[in-house]
């Protein structure tokens, strides 16, 4: 570390394309490549098609606007996304009903009493909605059923500003390696929630007569006072940083063969991201439990937790 200037950082590479496709055909995927080749195929087609009643030139002027459609479809990309996709999971989109409710046994008809008028008044009727999960193991590991497991970790913050420039390489090389040392899909997901300390303030209250000296008790009469000033004066919001570690299911292994290699990624990540001075917590049941109904109930307001920070 001393070899490094306090006052500056040196870059460590870290690759950024380690999820790219594999190129087929020069710079264009398989995916591109069929997508091309079909639309060439199609063209060359309706040449032969159209030949004996349309001159060549009329047909290439037809067929300039379908090609570019199909390149612009083949190589075009939208948010990261292959167009061809996007405009597929859009077409998806707006074929699915927009409001969901929980109904695992499935979304009842209206009654008969109900007028037929009434019933085309309140439009589509909702649909069931259909979690991405099978499940919650006693680990913690969540049962994606097809797509393999996905464990989940409570992540600690850095202060990186405030560290020296051999301090902040140091970091940066720790983190570079964990990313280095991934074998599998990882998501880093950063979430702001809403947080109450009213509950945290009652409790100051109920338990600062039991302080062992007046001034103690006072202290935190003042403290609980400051916190209720602070809910009173706007919403805060608390950051949580979840790291998920997903593997995917063998191909011809049992449906649990994928959930202790999940929590072992994650032992992993703690071992790897501790010279980074970042704490790696794995979830048990209950707190993946609230954390999937937190992502889906965002509005509730949480607790102040011993590893959120206020922004």
């Known amino acids: 570390m001393s ?8 870059a460590v590479r870290i690759p950024v394309d380690i999820s790219r496709p594999d190129r087929l055909l020069g710079p264009f995927t398989a995916r591109q490549t069929a997508l091309l080749a079909v639309a060439g195929l199609v063209l060359y087609v309706g040449y032969w098609a159209t030949r ?33 996709r996007f405009l597929a999971a859009a077409l998806a989109h707006t074929r699915t009903r927009g409001r969901r409710v929980h109904a695992p046994e499935g979304v009842p008809p209206l009654p008969d009493v109900i007028p037929a008028h009434w019933a085309s008044a309140q439009g589509r009727p909702p649909s069931a909605m259909r979690m991405p999960y099978d499940g919650i193991t006693e680990g913690g590991v969540l049962d994606l059923g097809g797509d393999g497991h996905a464990a989940l970790a409570r992540c600690s913050t850095v202060n990186f500003d405030l560290r020296s420039g051999a301090e902040q390489q140091g970091l940066t090389a720790a983190f570079a390696r964990w990313l280095n040392s991934l074998t599998g899909p990882t998501q880093v997901l950063v979430r702001s929630h809403r947080i109450d300390l009213a509950p945290l303030a009652d409790t100051l209250h109920h338990h600062a007569p039991t302080l062992p000296h007046p001034a103690l008790e006072q ?22 940083i979840t790291l998920v570690a997903r593997e995917e299911a063998a191909p011809y ?4 063969t994928g959930e202790g290699r999940a929590r072992q990624r994650l032992n992993e990540a703690a ?8 704490t790696v917590t794995p979830l048990d049941a209950a707190d993946a439990t609230d954390l999937l109904v937190a992502a889906c109930n965002p509005d509730t307001p ?10």
């Open 302 to 311: 949480a607790a102040p937790g011993p590893e959120g920070d206020l922004a």
């Open 253 to 256: 292994g049992g449906r649990g």
């Open 219 to 240: 202290a935190a009469h003042a403290h609980a006072d400051f916190l209720s000033h602070l809910a009173d004066g706007g919403n805060l919001l608390g950051r949580q």
């Open 3 to 10: 070899e490094f200037d306090e006052d500056s950082v040196s």
């Open 52 to 84: 004996p009643f349309m001159a060549p030139l009329a047909y290439t002027v037809m067929a300039i606007p379908v090609a570019g459609a199909a390149a612009a479809l083949a190589l075009g990309r939208r948010e990261g996304i292959g167009l061809d």
């Open 271 to 278: 071992r790897a991201l501790a010279p980074a001075e970042i």
